[in-house]
């Protein structure tokens, strides 16, 4: 049985007086029946580790580089996320892959080093809206499936979020057929690729707008096995209606 996860991606947003919430977030939920995951910036990473010791949450990263050490100023290696506390790392999210150029293959490798350092790989794919329109979204999240996971993933240290870009931060949300339809076909795909037990295991999030307010219709759907939220994650009261929602799923 796939554990469900609320993970919460605070991108670029957060400085010391952000860790009450998640202090707060602790307080809230001493026991879920989920998985719950906080993604602060790297500068608080450390502390939100720290502030999480002894409670249900675990912290992780937003990014890692694909390398484990070098010259690469200003970058984070794998293996450092996990001397700060992390326990996962996202990638691949559609603001690295647009603001970066981070291409499938970039996140593969990225991918491949931090499932050696130990860490879970939440994988992100998404069309974009002229994508959805031209109806190739099936086409696109297929070739990022193929090409940003990498060979040595299990139901362990993979999970594959789906956000479509153009539901991110813009209050849209794809209607509750679309979403089954791509999460059926990511499973799909695992399964044929990794075989039915890995394939089964992987947990599959949706992101893109989730609040409280929309959670539990879409924690209903097919192989959604949780979210990825991000604005509605900023703030404990808000994370708390959806981890609610998604433990009576």
Same mark, same amino acid.
């Given at each position: 049985?796939?554990?469900?996860?609320?993970?919460?991606?605070?991108?670029?947003?957060?400085?010391?007086?952000?860790?009450?919430?998640?202090?707060?977030?602790?307080?809230?939920?001493?026991?879920?029946?989920?998985?719950?995951?906080?993604?602060?910036?790297?500068?608080?990473?450390?502390?939100?580790?720290?502030?999480?010791?002894?409670?249900?949450?675990?912290?992780?990263?937003?990014?890692?580089?694909?390398?484990?050490?070098?010259?690469?100023?200003?970058?984070?290696?794998?293996?450092?996320?996990?001397?700060?506390?992390?326990?996962?790392?996202?990638?691949?999210?559609?603001?690295?892959?647009?603001?970066?150029?981070?291409?499938?293959?970039?996140?593969?490798?990225?991918?491949?080093?931090?499932?050696?350092?130990?860490?879970?790989?939440?994988?992100?794919?998404?069309?974009?809206?002229?994508?959805?329109?031209?109806?190739?979204?099936?086409?696109?999240?297929?070739?990022?499936?193929?090409?940003?996971?990498?060979?040595?993933?299990?139901?362990?240290?993979?999970?594959?979020?789906?956000?479509?870009?153009?539901?991110?931060?813009?209050?849209?949300?794809?209607?509750?057929?679309?979403?089954?339809?791509?999460?059926?076909?990511?499973?799909?795909?695992?399964?044929?690729?990794?075989?039915?037990? /890995?394939?089964?295991?992987?947990?599959?999030?949706?992101?893109?707008?989730?609040?409280?307010?929309?959670?539990?219709?879409?924690?209903?759907?097919?192989? /959604?096995?949780?979210?990825?939220?991000?604005?509605?994650?900023?703030?404990?009261?808000?994370?708390?209606?959806?981890?609610?929602?998604?433990?009576?799923?």
């Amino acid at each position: 049985m796939r554990r469900k996860l609320a993970a919460g991606n605070w991108k670029m947003n957060g400085t010391t007086a952000a860790l009450s919430e998640l202090e707060a977030l602790a307080r809230a939920h001493p026991s879920p029946s989920i998985d719950v995951l906080i993604c602060p910036p790297a500068t608080l990473l450390h502390r939100a580790a720290e502030a999480a010791r002894g409670t249900e949450i675990s912290v992780g990263g937003q990014n890692c580089h694909a390398a484990t050490s070098g010259a690469h100023t200003g970058d984070i290696s794998a293996d450092m996320l996990v001397d700060a506390g992390a326990n996962a790392v996202i990638l691949g999210h559609s603001e690295r892959r647009e603001d970066h150029g981070e291409q499938n293959e970039d996140v593969r490798a990225k991918a491949r080093v931090a499932m050696d350092a130990g860490l879970k790989a939440i994988i992100c794919v998404g069309e974009s809206l002229e994508q959805r329109e031209a109806a190739n979204t099936l086409d696109i999240i297929g070739g990022q499936l193929s090409g940003s996971i990498p060979d040595q993933s299990t139901g362990e240290n993979l999970i594959v979020a789906y956000e479509p870009i153009w539901a991110i931060g813009t209050g849209k949300v794809p209607t509750l057929n679309e979403i089954g339809e791509v999460h059926d076909f990511i499973r799909a795909r695992l399964e044929r690729r990794f075989g039915e037990g /890995v394939g089964r295991s992987v947990r599959l999030l949706y992101g893109g707008s989730v609040k409280p307010s929309n959670a539990k219709d879409i924690f209903d759907v097919s192989n /959604v096995d949780g979210a990825l939220v991000g604005g509605a994650s900023l703030k404990a009261q808000d994370f708390s209606g959806i981890i609610d929602a998604l433990q009576k799923a």
